[in-house]
T-cell receptor, first 112, second 113 residues
Framework: GESVGLHLPTLSVQEGDNSIINCAYS??????FIWYKQESGKGPQFIID?????DKRQGQRVTVLLNKTVKHLSLQIAATQPGDSAVYFC???????????FGTGTRLKVLA | ETGVTQSPTHLIKTRGQQVTLRCSSQ?????VSWYQQALGQGPQFIFQ???????GRGNFPPRFSGLQFPNYSSELNVNALELDDSALYLC????????????FGPGTRLTVL
């Protein structure tokens, strides 16, 4: 069935290091992907998105990589800070539909 | 520009009761989607409302229903509450039904006893 999964449920990273959060998606028809950050007690916050016609997109301290061949998505956070501690979700969508499919999330813990 | 707001923030109900959750979309947005997020899980799509009409639905039973008003605010109603309905309920607004970027509210934490 439809699913968006993550390889690592918890990731611990030293402050200042780079973080890489991975996501596998199963729907080959998905052509739009988003990474969300969710802090405790808050709704998901948009971080960065990428369309399927791109392999890489960069934002401020974040980069998303898309590998359509193996249906894999990753979020790279440079110089991880304590404020980056949160649960990160990837979500996929087909542009012809209304529905986003979310993964189960990865908890990022930043160690001081 | 105001963000997405939801009320109440927390709610406790008992099995069999009914609940109504409310969402005000971001200014200028005509589409609201509702999600259920169980503890430790990703959000699961319930349904979407676009210009006061249900535009699509996920795998949720009919006891989950909704409304969207002319000002694009929305309600989620759940009848005959079950213990498994305990979750964080999120609404997200977007500029159009197929709009890519959704803006989420803080959610309503529902506990069913």
């Amino acid at each position: 069935g439809e699913s968006v999964g993550l390889h690592l449920p918890t990731l611990s990273v030293q402050e200042g290091d780079n973080s890489i959060i991975n996501c596998a998606y199963s729907n080959s028809a998905s052509d739009y992907f988003i990474w969300y950050k969710q802090e405790s007690g808050k709704g998901p916050q948009f971080i960065i998105d990428i369309r399927s016609n791109m392999d890489k997109r960069q934002g401020q301290r974040v980069t998303v990589l898309l590998n359509k061949t193996v249906k894999h998505l990753s979020l790279q956070i440079a110089a991880t800070q304590p404020g980056d501690s949160a649960v990160y979700f990837c979500a996929e969508k087909n542009s012809g539909t209304y529905k986003y499919i979310f993964g189960t999330g990865t908890r990022l813990k930043v160690l001081a | 520009e105001t963000g997405v707001t939801q009320s109440p923030t927390h709610l406790i109900k008992t099995r069999g009761q009914q609940v109504t959750l409310r969402c005000s979309s971001q200014s200028g947005h005509n589409t609201v989607s509702w999600y259920q997020q169980a503890l430790g899980q990703g959000p699961q799509f319930i349904f979407q409302y676009y210009r006061e009409e249900e535009n699509g639905r996920g795998n949720f039973p009919p006891r989950f229903s909704g409304l969207q008003f002319p000002n694009y605010s929305s309600e989620l109603n759940v009848n005959a509450l079950e213990l498994d309905d305990s979750a964080l309920y999120l609404c997200a607004s977007s500029l159009e039904a197929s709009g890519r970027e959704q803006f989420f509210g803080p959610g309503t934490r529902l506990t069913v006893l």
